[in-house]
């Protein structure tokens, strides 16, 4: 048998076709020593991401003759169980990966999902898993409960995907359902509120406090839009800037809304409170969302006492997928096609992580649902 040498090797790995997302890391993120894993894509940064090709050690390891699943599902909220649910029902096989990080975490109740108003969203979560396993058990298949992916590898025609736990496995395409997290202000009484009176959607959450108090709170431009999607629920409305207001907080506001003032000072008389937010405080022991109060101290003057705060929060990739992999992005989202495939050929990008324009569990559910078609069609 002749045996090639490392500079053969090397000639015959970058001889291969390669494929239009080999600009992402190929770096090998697990380290294999015979019985035992040593993860190192903790510390993986966008700029540690040079293509080695001395790292695959055979072809094989390039280009898989056989494949252990189909698909594999990053993340296992609504659009990670409807893109399961979807490649089962065409018998492609799909592992999902779900790392427990949800960004409804904190929230009560789901709401404005047709069968669903009202339920808690684990029992949401579990329902849909289970009835996936009962009907479609050789297709639909889980990582171990709380197993983070920790790396993504392009191959020729697939991608090999490593996890927390030592694991690794290939597949022919990728759907990341990973989500977004919201960056909630670091002040007193804020993380506790989120999500069990502090919301941001009014669709979601606004009906709980119909003919009640409500302060809303965030830039001028933002704060007006909420107030008047709220004002058919309510009119006790109350508007906190962040500060003193400034030329170009006026100006924003007018762009978006001409004749603001007028119309929130004197048709509606929602008044408008330069000041901060120092901290919020609940005044109730109950958690149910008719007994939420809360009193929201200001920087300056008195507190207000209020049911509900909408409040206007910036939002981050939950995962770092998307650094690692080089994905292009359109601001903090990941930017898709219209099948919501990425900037990497086979990996596509579902749900509140995505660009198009929308964030709820329908938007992650039809997504998930469009990427899972489309994954379908491209298989060989």
């Known amino acids: 048998m002749v045996q090639l040498g490392s500079s053969v090797w090397r000639f015959c790995l970058l001889s291969l076709p390669l494929a239009s997302s080999l600009f992402v890391p190929q770096r090998p993120l697990v380290k294999e020593h015979e019985d035992d894993f040593t993860t190192i894509t903790q510390n993986l940064v966008s700029d540690d991401v040079e293509l080695n090709i001395t790292d695959y050690t055979s072809l094989d390891e390039w280009n898989p003759t056989n494949w252990d699943y189909d698909v594999v599902i990053v993340g296992g909220g609504p659009g990670g169980l409807a893109a399961s649910m979807s490649l089962a029902r065409v018998a492609r096989t799909s592992l999902l990966y779900d790392s427990q990080e949800y960004r409804n975490d904190r929230t009560r109740y789901m709401h404005d999902v047709l069968g669903q108003d009202g339920q808690v969203p684990l029992k949401f979560r579990s329902a849909v898993r289970q009835q996936i396993e009962e009907l479609y058990p050789d297709y639909s298949y889980w990582a171990t409960r709380k197993t983070k992916v920790t ?108 004749g603001w003032e007028t119309t929130i000072k004197n048709t509606y008389k929602i008044p408008i409170r330069e000041s ?105």
Not at 306 to 313: A, D, E, K, R, S
Not at 360 to 365: E, K, L, P, S, T
């Open 151 to 258: 790396g993504i590898v392009p191959l020729e025609k697939g991608f090999r995907v490593y996890d927390d736990k030592g694991g690794k496995v290939t597949a022919k395409r990728v759907i990341m359902a990973t989500g977004i997290k919201d960056m909630v202000p670091d002040k007193p009484g804020f993380a506790e509120a989120f999500g069990r009176g502090m919301f941001w959607c009014p669709w979601c959450d606004g009906h709980d406090y119909k003919n009640r108090k409500l302060v809303v709170y965030g830039k001028l431009a933002s704060a007006i839009g909420s107030a008047l999607n709220m004002r058919k629920l309510t009119t006790d409305i109350t508007i906190v800037t962040g500060g003193a207001l400034t030329k170009e907080d006026k100006e924003a506001a007018e762009a978006r809304w001409p």
């Open 276 to 380: 901060d937010i120092a901290r919020v405080e609940r005044t109730t022991a109950n958690m149910e969302p008719k007994d939420d109060e809360y009193r929201v101290h200001l920087n300056g003057g008195n507190p207000l006492v209020t049911n509900g705060i909408i409040i206007h929060v910036s939002t981050a990739q939950t995962s770092s997928l998307h650094r690692q992999l080089r994905l292009e992005m359109d601001g903090n989202s990941v930017k898709v096609k219209s099948n919501m495939e990425s900037s990497v050929n086979g990996l596509y990008v579902v749900g509140d992580a995505n660009n198009d324009g929308s964030t709820n569990a329908y938007h992650a559910m039809w997504s998930a649902k469009r990427a899972a078609v489309h994954a379908h069609g491209k298989h060989s």
